[in-house]
């Protein structure tokens, strides 16, 4: 059985945003704009995706 994973794409700069926001992106591993990462779909990162959703693009 694969595990299933999730794209999340940084769209929006993170400059202006509140300190814990920046650290959701950092925790997420994105890194710069329009930056893309493949993570494991788990009840954290979903909540993570979540708290920062007006900042990502999330594709399954």
Same mark, same amino acid.
């Given at each position: 059985m694969s595990e299933k994973k999730v794209k999340?794409?940084? @769209?929006k700069s993170v400059i202006g945003t509140k300190?814990?926001?920046?650290? =959701?992106?950092?925790?997420?591993?994105l890194r710069r704009l329009?930056?893309? @990462?493949e993570l494991?779909?788990?009840?954290a990162v979903r909540g993570?995706? =979540?708290?920062v959703a007006y900042l990502v693009?999330?594709?399954?």
């Open positions: 999340v794409t940084l @769209v300190q814990s926001h920046r650290a =959701t992106v950092r925790g997420l591993g329009h930056h893309t @990462v494991q779909d788990t009840p993570m995706i =979540t708290k693009k999330c594709e399954a």
